[in-house]
C-alpha cells in the first residue's frame, strides 16, 4: 500500500539547517508531483514547495533561496534540505503525494522547532 514517512525533524537554533526525508513505498515517486507543507502551532496548512516528475521545484516565496527539494529515484525517497532556519519556520512539515491535482496520501508528519 502507499506509504510516506518522513524523518529528519528536530530542534535546531536559528540560522542553523536540517534535512528532512520522506521515504515512499507502494508507489514510484518519479511519477508523482510530490509536496512539502507544513503547518506552524495554531496555523492552517501552508505549501512550501514541490518537485515533478521531471526534477523541477517549487517554492514558496518565502523559502526561496533557502530550502531546496530534491529526489533519490534509486531510494524512492524525496528531501528538503533547510538552511538559514528562523523561528518562523517552526511547524509540523509534512510530505504528500498529489494527483489529479489534490493530495491523495500524507505522512505523518516531522516536528521542526527552530529556537535559542
Known amino acids: 500500500q502507499v506509504q510516506l514517512v518522513e524523518s529528519g525533524g528536530g530542534l535546531v537554533q536559528p540560522g542553523g539547517s536540517l534535512r528532512l526525508s520522506c521515504a515512499a513505498s507502494?508507489?514510484?515517486?518519479?511519477?508523482?508531483?510530490m509536496a512539502w507543507v507544513r503547518q506552524a502551532p495554531g496555523k492552517g496548512l501552508e505549501w512550501v514547495s514541490h518537485i515533478n516528475s521531471g526534477g523541477g521545484g517549487f517554492y514558496q516565496d518565502f523559502v526561496k533561496g533557502r530550502f531546496t527539494i530534491s529526489r533519490d529515484n534509486a531510494k524512492n525517497t524525496i528531501y528538503l534540505q533547510m538552511n538559514s532556519l528562523d523561528a518562523e519556520d517552526t511547524a509540523v512539515y509534512y510530505c504528500?503525494?498529489?494527483?489529479?491535482?489534490?493530495?491523495?496520501?500524507w505522512g505523518q508528519g516531522t516536528h521542526v522547532t527552530v529556537s535559542s
Open positions: 507502494g508507489f514510484s515517486c518519479s511519477r508523482y508531483v
Open positions: 504528500a503525494r498529489r494527483s489529479f491535482g489534490r493530495y491523495d496520501y
